[in-house]
Nanobody, 130 residues
Framework: QVQLVESGGGSVQTGGSLRLSCAQV????????MAWFRQAPGKERERVAV???????SYVNAVKGRFTLSKDSAKNTLYLQMNSLKPDDTAMYFC????????????????????????WGQGTQVTVSS
């Protein structure tokens, strides 16, 4: 049974930092995409960042230069370091696991839409106040 468990959310002021973690249990897909999505009230869930099993990454423009995605394969844990946080970053953040859609292990072949991811965590709330 696959489990993704997020942690690290919280409340910070504008300009602050948080690090989200996603601990993975039981996920054995070798050609995979591990992503962070976020969903604010009344908005669609959007992919914020993704990393492939080969280590390539992709970020949505709104977080480039501020968020950094990394993983510790030995601990089966995905991290999202979020710096220079803004009120627009306020959302529920979800960790998701899915399969590459193309022949190469490149973030360009990771699904951009949420319904194409196979497994999800329960989410962790990030609130940024001005």
């Amino acid at each position: 049974q696959v489990q993704l468990v997020e942690s690290g959310g919280g409340s910070v002021q504008t300009g602050g930092s948080l690090r989200l973690s996603c601990a993975q249990v039981g996920y054995t897909e070798s050609r995979n995409c591990m992503a962070w999505f976020r969903q604010a009230p009344g908005k669609e869930r959007e992919r914020v960042a993704v990393i492939t099993s080969g280590g390539t990454t992709s970020y949505v423009n709104a977080v480039k230069g501020r968020f950094t995605l990394s993983k510790d394969s030995a601990k089966n844990t995905l991290y999202l370091q979020m710096n220079s946080l803004k009120p627009d970053d306020t959302a529920m953040y979800f960790c998701a696991a899915g399969r590459l859609l193309g022949p190469e292990i490149d973030a360009g072949f990771c699904p951009a839409i949420s319904r194409l991811y196979d497994y999800w965590g329960q989410g962790t709330q990030v609130t940024v106040s001005s």
